[in-house]
């Protein structure tokens, strides 16, 4: 599987330029998945649903399934949270996987930038950042950069990188 990752500040637009570049590859016909890394607690389940109630009872995974969708959620209870290696083994063969977060991994990224949430960009320190997605023109020699929206030019320069 091929990597590629989307990383900034909050409110740079990462998660939209995921969502663009989802459909943009996925309408190029590959099979894209996603990994989101969050820096807090979050939950999927709803309570009183019966799988809330399956892992407040101490179950390690509860996988629903339906027709439609299935979900395996795991509960960590106190262990290490798996790096994004582990994460990647657990997903079933696509064309790529695009991540959010991660930012400090060895991956391949672009990162989202957007001058008025006044964060410096990443992308200096970071020789693992090959392009900038920016809602403004930015100073950064040897790095490509895009306009924030400009998703099909963004995915055409993944797809040169990746090698799609």
């Not at 009183?48 to 979900?71: F, M, N």
């Amino acid at each position: 599987m091929k990597l590629y990752g989307v990383t900034g500040w909050k409110n740079a637009g990462k998660t939209g330029l995921m969502e663009r570049l989802v459909a943009e590859f996925t309408a190029r016909g590959l099979r894209v998945s996603t990994l989101k890394h969050a820096h807090h607690s979050f939950d999927v389940d709803h309570p009183g649903k019966d799988s809330r109630r399956h892992r407040e009872a101490g179950a390690q995974q509860v996988l629903l399934s339906s027709a439609t969708r299935w979900a395996l959620m795991s509960e960590l209870r106190g262990a290490t949270e798996p790096t994004l290696e582990d994460l990647l083994q657990r997903l079933d063969p696509v064309d790529l996987v695009l991540v959010e977060g991660w930012k400090r991994d060895a991956h391949p990224k672009v990162e989202a930038w957007r001058a008025e949430t006044g964060h410096p960009l990443i992308a200096p320190g970071d020789p693992t950042i090959r392009a900038i997605a920016s809602d403004t023109p930015v100073e950064l020699p040897g790095r490509a950069q895009f306009h924030l929206d400009d998703t099909a030019a963004i995915a055409d320069f993944i797809a040169q990188e990746l090698a799609l």
